[in-house]
């Protein structure tokens, strides 16, 4: 456990070190302007489209940086070759360096979401002059991106254990816009019928389900988000990002790495 | 560095203000180019469907970009004093397609759709079919009930209608007392006034409101009065055919057995027979009567009604 925090504390590190965080500068600009311009450029939609924007924002930024750097979390260690350097000269086993780096950019996105949170929650004290009960709302559906992290971060790393980062980004991204339409898939699986009704359900309960982690509707329009749904799409996430663990740890352990 | 070095740097300098200079002046010629073909409201605009299909999920945002959009477009051509709002209609259903419960874009945007031009589109139709469209999609926004009898009543003139649609929002737990008020007003101006008696009936009995009860005794002694007008008027007439001249007063209704006693209003006050048309003594007494007016007098039959927009603070 230790060898596996001593990992995910280093990916933690590294990251910042590739300036990963200097997203959230921007991130910042676009609330501050977001609560300064909407006022003026619409009507009646101020503390909704912050909501908006600022979940989106969340959202966006961080799947890209789970996929720009999840595809490259063993890929980079091998090319620069200092992978042989922790598993030969330290008494680190394949499956802890695995879950390690996974534990690391997760830990880094938890660290960035955290901060973009804080610069939402700001905006709209700014906006509606108090934060209220429908704000926990918001706090919701950022647990619910928190989730989409972990997915991403999980499907990242499984395809950087096999590819190269240019496909591995296409992989992890192609099954994110999949993913984001898992429910439209299932619908038409239930219209389909025969081999494609089998093809389309099959691929329906495949791809990860991105759909059912995005509540940032609701939030905005302060719809309370139950418990149940929020329960159930932390185990789900979890059940799936142990397959992705699993999958990648299998494939990296049965690698030449010589 | 070495004096070559310093040309480098100095030529690439002034290579760099004049294409930044270069490029503002380009970027402005592009958006006069550009601006010329908006005006004639050609761009390029997607299907609802397709958009909501393209947003991966976060449509949220793209619904208020969209409505943005919208209020940025209608701004413009108001400013202009255009008559024409094509893109108006379409951007609308894109925005509400995109956010279901963007009430904001039905209540807005059906002003907009609704106002005759240059203030608006001109186009009530389509703003009720919008409106219509939020209420199947959030059937609990009373408000929206409103914005429909607004339209229906000012400017699809359909008072009966719009009755309907205030009686039909008033019901919605949390609408406001006056949907039901207009409502009432509304039947009795559309000449429903078996509806509208027991639309002020009700208001009287579910409320403890002293301005609101008395309000609603008010309007049920004009409805009553309004009913004893048209009757009387009926006696009047088949009694000019029967005589072949209209009766002077009512003494000579009376002699001749029209009518057993000297009518009087819901006041207690007797009616006036003024060259074979009934009138109230004192109208002022009877502030929301439609009938049996001083030539000259208006009916003030219904009430003052909150702008359209303003109800959101209530």
Redesign the interface.
């Known amino acids: 456990m230790r060898r596996i925090m001593v990992i995910a504390t280093n990916t933690f590190r590294e990251a910042v070190r590739d300036r990963v965080l200097y997203n959230l500068v921007v991130f910042a600009v676009v609330m501050i302007g977001a609560s300064l311009l909407v006022g003026r450029a619409s009507i009646g939609i101020e503390r909704l489209a912050l909501v908006n924007l600022g979940l989106t924002s969340i959202s966006l930024f961080g799947i890209l940086i789970s996929i720009f750097l999840g595809i490259g979390l063993v890929y980079k260690e091998m090319d620069k070759r200092t992978l042989y350097t922790v598993l030969a000269a330290r008494p680190v086993r394949r499956w802890e360096f695995i879950t390690g780096k996974w534990a690391g950019l997760v830990m880094t996105l938890v660290v960035n979401a955290a901060m973009m949170s804080v610069a939402l929650f700001a905006g709209l004290l700014y906006v509606s002059g108090k934060l209220t009960s429908a704000d926990w709302g918001v706090v919701a559906a950022i647990y619910l991106i928190l989730l989409q992290y972990v997915l991403m971060t999980s499907l990242a790393l499984l395809f950087s254990t096999f590819s190269t980062p240019l496909m591995s980004s296409l992989f992890a991204f192609s099954l994110f816009v999949i993913g984001s339409y898992a429910g439209d898939l299932r619908r038409f699986a239930n219209l389909a019928s025969g081999f494609t009704r089998v093809v389309a359900y099959g691929m329906s309960y495949a791809v990860p389900n991105f759909a059912a982690l995005n509540m940032i509707l609701p939030a905005a329009h302060a719809v309370p988000i139950s418990t149940k749904l929020v329960l159930l799409d932390s185990v789900y996430v979890f059940v799936y990002a142990g397959v992705c663990l699993s999958a990648s740890i299998l494939i990296f352990e049965r690698r030449n790495l010589k | 560095m070495t004096g070559n070095s310093k040309r480098v740097v100095s030529i690439s300098l002034a290579l760099l203000l004049l294409c930044m200079g270069a490029s503002v002046e380009m970027s402005r010629k592009l958006e006069a180019e550009r601006s010329g073909a908006e005006l004639q409201d050609v761009m390029y605009l997607p299907s609802a469907r397709s958009v909501k299909?393209l947003s991966?999920?976060?449509?949220?945002?793209l619904?208020?970009l969209y409505?943005?959009r919208v209020?940025?477009y209608f701004g413009s051509h108001h400013h202009a004093h255009t008559t024409q709002y094509k893109l108006l209609a379409p951007l609308l259903d894109i925005t509400t397609e995109l956010?279901p419960?963007?009430i904001?874009a039905y209540?807005?945007g059906s002003i907009f759709l609704a106002q005759a031009p240059p203030e608006g589109a001109g186009d009530p139709r389509a703003a009720a079919k919008l409106v219509e469209k939020g209420i199947e999609r959030n059937p609990t926004a009373w408000r929206l009930y409103y914005h429909l009898g607004y339209i229906q009543w000012m400017e699809l003139h359909d008072s009966k209608l719009a009755s309907e649609s205030f009686q039909k929002g008033s019901e919605i737990p949390g609408a406001l007392p006056w949907m039901k008020v207009m409502a009432a007003a509304l039947a009795q101006h559309a000449g429903e006034y078996r509806t509208a008696t027991y639309l002020w009936a009700n208001i009287l009995n579910s409320t403890t409101d002293k301005y609101i009860r008395d309000n609603a005794e008010k309007r049920l002694r004009a409805l009553k009065c309004d009913e004893e007008v048209r009757l009387l008027q009926e006696y009047i007439t088949k009694f000019t055919d029967a005589t072949g001249h209209p009766p002077t007063s009512w003494d000579e209704m009376l002699a001749t057995g029209w009518i057993k006693r000297v009518p009087v209003d819901p006041v207690g006050k007797a009616f006036k027979l003024m060259n074979g048309r009934v009138q109230v003594a004192d109208p002022e007494k009877l502030p929301f009567i439609t009938r049996g007016l001083p030539p000259g007098k208006e009916s003030n039959v219904l009430p003052k009604l909150p702008k359209q927009g303003e109800t959101?603070s209530e």
């Open positions: 299909a991966l999920g976060y449509n949220g945002l619904a208020d409505w943005t209020v940025q956010d419960q963007l904001t209540e807005f959101r």
